[in-house]
């Protein structure tokens, strides 16, 4: 079946734009997590989403980072005033469900590499 | 706090012999414990876990990871390596749908 999709896998924008950053779970998949992955470094955590909610948004670097699930699906990460520090690969994960001390494999997408110039 | 240290960013070894990444991790909590494969341009992929039943895990192609509590660690092994095996490999320790990251260890294999 299907994976985890996310879309696009590059983007180059320039310093100051706004970026939207897609992702489309596994179907049925009821939990969905971002993370933002550095040169070098392992995933980092951003949100995580229980159904249309953000159950988790800790990770977030800063108000420039919003990201929404209107209908429970497919969600977006989306970027204001881009900076080059924000430059990383983006990687979407999504999981059937999670309890707060149950463990759930999470399956990754490919990522979205931005690139801010 | 969780932490996770991967004690080797990159490890070299020939095609056909052990291979051996090191973590160690740090939890106040039973843990669970993860190791995570990266190819190159491909998506993470779960190799094994650990979630407090056997101490010894056998996971995907070949790998298996040992969880010592004593020592806090839960490294990887692989009694032979293959060219296939060249990847980014990642050690998680989670608390529910938290996923606390090491480093990474890239493994080279020489032919």
């Known amino acids: 079946g299907a994976g985890v999709s996310q879309t696009p896998s590059n983007k180059v924008t320039e310093k100051g734009k706004y970026v939207e950053l897609r992702c489309d779970p596994i179907?049925?998949?009821?939990?969905l997590y971002w993370y933002r992955q550095s040169l070098g470094q392992g995933p980092e955590f951003l949100i995580y989403?229980?159904?249309?909610?953000?159950?988790?948004d800790s990770g977030l670097p800063n108000d420039r980072f919003f990201a929404v699930r209107p209908e429970g699906s497919v969600s977006t990460l989306k970027i204001q005033r881009t900076e080059r520090g924000d430059s990383a690969v983006y990687l979407c994960?999504?999981?059937?469900?999670?309890?707060?001390?149950?463990?759930?494999?999470?399956?990754f997408g490919p990522g979205t590499r931005l690139t801010v110039l | 706090a969780q932490s996770v240290t991967q004690l080797d960013s990159h490890v070299s070894v020939s095609e056909g012999t052990p291979v051996l990444l090191r973590c160690n991790y740090s939890?106040?909590?039973?843990?669970?414990l993860f190791w995570y494969v990266q190819h190159p341009n491909k998506g993470l992929q779960l190799l094994l876990k650990?979630?407090?039943?056997a101490t010894l895990v056998k996971g995907i192609n070949g790998f298996e990871a040992e969880f010592k509590k004593s020592e806090t660690s839960f490294h990887l092994t692989k009694p032979s390596a293959h060219m296939s095996d060249a990847a980014e490999y990642f050690c998680?320790?989670?608390?529910?749908?938290?996923?606390?990251w090491g480093a990474g260890t890239k493994l080279i294999i020489k032919p």
């Open positions: 939890s106040s909590y039973s843990p669970s």
């Open positions: 998680v320790v989670s608390e529910g749908y938290q996923l606390i």
């Open positions: 179907s049925g998949h009821t939990a």
């Open positions: 989403f229980q159904g249309t909610g953000a159950a988790d």
């Open positions: 650990y979630t407090s039943a």
């Open positions: 994960a999504s999981s059937p469900h999670v309890g707060l001390r149950t463990f759930n494999e999470q399956f």
